[in-house]
């Protein structure tokens, strides 16, 4: 079982930028992929970026390519998600989650952290 622990969410204004992070623990194969999902009150999860774990192929949603970047640190287990001029779109719940296959659908993902708040003004 993998366990996933998101944090670093906050209230920020447009421009500004933040650091998620995606704590793991417990079984993680090095194969597996560690996606980022985000998802407003009444709205479907919608993918954001993934890695695998191993590094390298690094994906993103076209919504924010070149301004996130996905990144992981095998010594701490952990995922982050550096996100730079952030946007009122932005603002949702983001979730780590992993998967064994890279998806764009959050339903191959098998195991999800509890999400972290991002909230984005004008």
């Known amino acids: 079982q993998v366990r996933l622990a998101e944090s670093g969410g906050g209230l920020v204004q447009a421009g500004a930028s933040l650091r998620l992070s995606c704590a793991a623990s417990?079984?993680?194969?090095?194969?597996?992929?560690v996606g980022w999902f985000r998802q407003d009150p009444g709205t479907e999860r919608q993918f954001v970026a993934a890695?695998?774990?191993?590094?390298?192929?690094?994906r993103y949603a076209d919504s924010v390519k070149d301004r996130f970047t996905i990144s992981r640190d095998n010594s701490s287990n952990t995922v982050y998600l550096q996100m730079n001029s952030l946007k009122p779109g932005d603002t949702a719940v983001y979730y780590c989650?992993?998967?064994?296959?890279?998806?764009?659908?959050?339903?191959?993902?098998?195991?999800w952290g509890q999400g972290t708040q991002v909230s984005v003004s004008s």
């Open positions: 989650a992993a998967s064994p296959v890279f998806s764009f659908g959050w339903r191959a993902y098998r195991d």
């Open positions: 417990g079984r993680l194969f090095s194969s597996y992929i």
């Open positions: 890695i695998r774990w191993s590094g390298g192929s690094a």
